[in-house]
């Protein structure tokens, strides 16, 4: 429903795809999915109603601001009504053009239900949100049924109006200036002159204009003949206060509301949702309104909105929940919960959470977390806003996660960065030890650039460290800055930055740089590189020492000469003096 | 205002104990009395069969999912004593683990919140409670709970990571120290919550309210209020809800949810803990939902088999 309404709002373009959200059941809401374009434009539409159903929450209700304050929420509200009426021309649309009968007849109900929105939604806006407003109730409520109800036959309403057209619209215009009390007494006045020509007789010999005469003076039961012309008992309701008490205040609407309700149904019928619904606001129940408005609609968005504006008319404030929050904010968290479930609208559900001061940041903290990540552009997109309201743990939890899925594909890189991003010490280990694993078997480094460009985030881990440096004296050795390198290849083992499995790696990487025609190592150094092979190769058991291979000895035994060999040349260029 | 999405028809050869979505709710595991456990993917309304697990000797009680950041794994308890723990690799899941430390049915299986490490408690017709903790390379350390009920331990259901002096910041890379706590419900009636201690685990509390067998343990997730909830069913029919208010976990007062006309045999939280659904053996599942003024209402109830909806509020949904 939230969906079709601010899409709508959107684009004056013919639907090309329709999302159709049953009021009843989530079951279509599935079937149907509007194209990624339009929801770009919808979550902007409906972010812009959320934006301005909310901020006004953040000014203080100042007396001399009461006006303005007004101004916007009436027009608020109207921008609601505006959305649901263009979703109904849509949906309307829709049902026109829809082949399929069952689509059809499911359009069509679509639009009944969005008509009965509106309505319901309009009354509340005479009754609660234009309360303030000076001016005739009755002109406005004569202006609702006009707008909603569709099959007055038009012909028959001139007559009812042409009766005494130019007192009619005198009395009307004059209502502008006037106060309420004088327009009374002239309507007192007008009324008995009525009464007179009727009693006079001066239409006895036309029957119809004494049924119009009498229906002018109020007379229930002559308006009630003409029932079939009314096809709600508001309309009928309407009608009656017209001719009977036009300048009726908002109070006393009660009374005739209930009246006119059991004259038009005349016990044959009994009220529909809808009625109950229209009752309780003509009795200013406003809580009567939003429980029944949240029992007959199966989605929150209405009862969820229609509650926010009316808290902002600052008309909920003396009924606090038991829960510790407010009726406003129980039913914006459970829309916003549901919008969590839709692949694109949970980024509305965060606005929504962020206007909801008590439960909402923990609400957020909950659902954000399950949002499907199918895209690493989806993950960005959520750890951004996890990281606008410093939730620290879902942004770890989420680097986590894909930093793992990242790893069952094998991309080490991406893994590496998440788990940076992170800060899981433990798990770039697990992944430094895979680039080193791959590197001893492939002999050369994947993602270069990203191990290069590790920085202050190679402290992260020892092993992430080490691979950090380790690549760094591979490039040095291409660069042949050979003594550079040479003294970090012996730090990485002294300074026990290298795990002790990767000793033989790095002392075999040793010896290209013994068999260079100049001396690089020095000698102190070669001692500490002779040091470091009889620690590794002490450090074998004898079992190990029977279970190497050729090779290994072979190394080994090559090593001991290259070092040998290194230090002969060293200490002869150190004692050299130097010029002979 | 609820309704039936999906139908899955699992096409398994006997009964289903247990049926759990996944972190995302893109996927559900089911298990059965078939001796496998099935895996779908119901994205999308639709249910794709994604493995079927053969690997237990009995009928198979609970599936649970673990946290997504350990990869996608699966926990699995049965009749034959043994907890599967399935890893998906490669696109195809394997048997990691296998536990056979219980001396009797295993009956239920619970993961930690993922702050705690990869953890799983496991509750056994043996009366013990086993708690498996991932150590790395493939290794499980185990830890055992002897006697925690007599005659057996049919339930257990950890309890939301709290962090302690969370108004503190904590510096990054150092881990903080977590209170773990859970909750089991055994064969002896009562519903126990343990707290782990110095390396040791200790009975903290001894919940009684039931008369007979609890079937079923759940700990609501936090909403970042003080208090902290534990719903329990049993085979008498009824479902508690235990509120506690203080942070400390001392006293637990119980509310009852309902008094159902049979054994009830599960109840689940939802993810904000605002809903709670309960199944049982008078075939159906109900949704409870607190109200304004601290009772719980049921919101729904689904009718098995039959996919239809018979909503509380149903006779008036035809609008003008």
Redesign the interface.
Known sequence: MYLDLAEHLASPSPVDSVCITS?????DF??FCPSTGRIYQCKNTCKALVDNSCRPKTRTALPKHGLFMLGRLVQVSKNYRSVIRACMEDMHQAAVSARDPALHSQYSTQV??LS?MELIWNLCEILFVEAAVAGPLLLRLLDWVRLHVCDVDNMVREVLSSENPSKHELFWNLGNTQTLTEMELKWQHWHEECQRYLQDGTFASNSHMESICKILLGDENAILEKKELMTTWYHFLVTRLLYSHPTVKPMELRFYAQSSMDLFLGGESSP???DTILMAAFEFEMHQVIKECS??L???WFVAHLTDLLDHCKLLQSHN???GSNMREFLL?EYA?GLF?HYSLWQLGVDYFDHCPE?G???LE??I?????NTEQKALKVLRICEQRQMH?QVR?IC??M???AL?NNRLGSALSWSIRA?D?AFATLISDRFLKDYCEKGCFSDLDLIDNLGPSML?SDRLTFLGKYREFHRLYGEKRFSEAAKLLLMLMTAHIAPCSFWMTLLTDALPLLEQKEVIFSAEQTYELMRCLEDLTAGKSDKQKFQDDDVETMKVEMLRLALARNLARVIVKEGTLEGS | ?V???NTVDTSHEDMIHDAQMD????RLATCSSDRSVKIFDVR??GQILIADLRGHEGPVWQVAWA?????NILASCSYDRKVIIWK???GTWEKTYEYTGHDSSVNSVCWAP??YGLILACGSSDGAISLLSYTGDGQWEVKKISNAHTIGCNAVSWAPAV?PGSLIEQP??QKPNYIKRFASGGCDNLVKIWKEEDGQWKEEQKLEAHSDWVRDVAWA????LPTSTIASCSQDGRVFIWTCDDASGNSWSPKLLHKFTDVVWHVSWS??ANILAVSGGDNKVTLWKES???LWACISDVNKGQGGVSAV?EG?????
């Not at chain 1, 009021?23 to 079951?27: I, V």
């Not at chain 1, 977390?369 to 990540?373: A, F, W």
């Open positions: 009021a009843f059941s989530h079951t599935h079937q009944s239900i009965a529909e949702p809808l029992i007959a199966s989605n929150w929940l038991y829960f968290l919960s479930s439960y940041r923990v609400y909950l659902h977390e399950r949002i499907p990540l743990e939890s986590k996660i930093a793992m899925k069952r800060k010490a992260l | 205002m309704s039936v999405i972190y995302y709710g893109t999308n309304g946290h997504p950041m350990y990869g998906e690799e490669n993922h702050d962090v990054s890379g997730p936090s909403i970042g993810i904000t304004v003024d601290g509020t008036q949904q035809n609008e003008q």
